[in-house]
């Protein structure tokens, strides 16, 4: 009897790599989807076939007969734009594919993040104080009156965090948006600046049936890139009643089903936890949730078949410490601490995501992580 076989799209993504090794241990075959031609995770002994598709530009009409050529009943998206397919043509798709659905609007809301600061507050969870550049011209004034490091970031994309120290930074974080995104202002997508909390970056990761919770975990961050805040690059596995209370509201709020993470910082001066953003997929930092015991695209593939979950709510190992080999590289050259990285290796307490039973992804992953941080030395040195 053939094995099951899954469409993963959005599988270019890093993290796309612990998807498909978790469905592969669990017997499933997995058939990656990505816009570009070389990926790492293509690599993975447990992918059947590589396909192109853009999730961003391709149709349902598309994802139905590419899904039938190879033999998938059931999509599973790992970043924002398989989601994104997924919620606009749900009425196509969810007859036909299984899969985790979910209201477009209710989507759009997580996903952006001005909307989010407006849910939050209904939910009674704090939030730094969050302002929309609505003109250019005042971006400068915006920041002397909510007072500097401000984070800048855009309202729906990721990756465009950063951190303006005065009003010319600013203006030059508003200038490159621009050029970046010159119809956003047109179409209503003004950037954000949020205060700057000073603190450690805490995650809740939760997967849930309808709005309730079935699986959650919790992380905070050691390491992140960049250092002032960013992705994780190391973290550990974490607990606190508190913080579950803050992250299950936004699950049974907007009645998600599937996984979703909720990004907080725990600020120094006074231990309160703020939001930071929603992220309605999978996330980076899935291996150490996965190491630590709860295994969220296995568990996902249960919800979405209408089976049975094996786990417990809760059900995992505290302070296990799991560093991504590639992202871990980056903050280190950012702190210029290479030899604290190397120490790392020698740490029993520090799990990578290294598996040697299927190195060739990871390998790809690395090779790419140092020739950035190689140019990047080169970079500064000229």
Not at 343 to 349: I, L, T
Request: aromatic letters at 8%; one cysteine or more.
């Amino acid at each position: 009897m053939p094995a099951e076989r899954v469409l993963v799209l959005d599988a270019q993504l890093r993290h796309s790599l612990a998807i498909v090794r978790s469905l592969g241990r669990v017997g499933v075959e997995v058939v990656a989807a990505a816009p570009v031609r070389r990926f790492p995770s293509a690599r993975s002994r447990h992918v059947a076939g590589t396909i192109r598709f853009d999730a961003r530009r391709d149709g349902p009409e598309r994802l139905l007969e590419l899904a039938h050529a190879h033999a998938a009943d059931v999509v599973i998206a790992a970043g924002l734009p398989g989601n994104e397919l997924l919620c606009r043509h749900r009425s196509a798709l969810e007859g036909s594919l299984a899969g985790a659905y979910n209201d477009l609007g209710e989507f759009e809301r997580l996903a952006n993040k001005r909307a989010t600061v407006e849910l939050a507050a209904t939910l009674g969870v704090a939030t730094p104080v969050t302002v929309e550049i609505d003109d250019p011209a005042r971006a400068a004034a915006i920041g002397a009156q909510l007072g500097y490091p401000l984070v800048f970031k855009s309202a729906v994309d990721q990756g465009t965090v950063r951190y303006p120290r005065d009003g010319g930074e600013l203006n030059a974080c508003v200038a490159d948006y621009l050029r970046a995104d010159p119809t956003g202002y047109a179409e209503g997508r003004p950037p954000l600046v949020q205060q700057y909390v000073d603190g450690d970056g805490h995650g809740f990761f939760g997967l849930a049936d309808r709005g309730r919770l079935i699986a959650h975990f919790m992380h905070r961050r050691l390491h992140e890139v960049p250092p002032t805040g960013g992705p994780s690059a190391m973290a550990m596995s974490w607990r606190d009643p508190a913080l579950r209370v803050l992250g299950e509201r936004f699950f049974a709020a907007t009645g998600w089903h599937g996984v979703a993470m909720v990004e907080f910082k725990r600020a120094r001066r006074d231990g309160v936890y703020y939001l930071i953003e929603v992220n309605p997929k999978f996330w980076g930092s899935l291996d150490l949730a996965i190491a630590s015991g709860v295994d969220f695209p296995a568990l996902l593939l249960s919800l979405v078949r209408g089976q049975p979950t094996t786990s417990r709510d809760g059900d995992y190992r505290d302070d296990v410490i799991l560093r991504s080999l590639t992202m871990d590289l980056a903050y280190a050259v950012a702190r210029r601490d290479l030899r604290g990285y190397v120490r790392a290796f020698g740490d029993r307490r520090v799990k990578d995501d290294l598996d040697l039973r299927d190195p060739l992804p990871t390998t790809a992953l690395f090779a790419t992580g140092v020739r950035r941080a190689l140019g990047s030395r080169v970079g500064r040195a000229r």
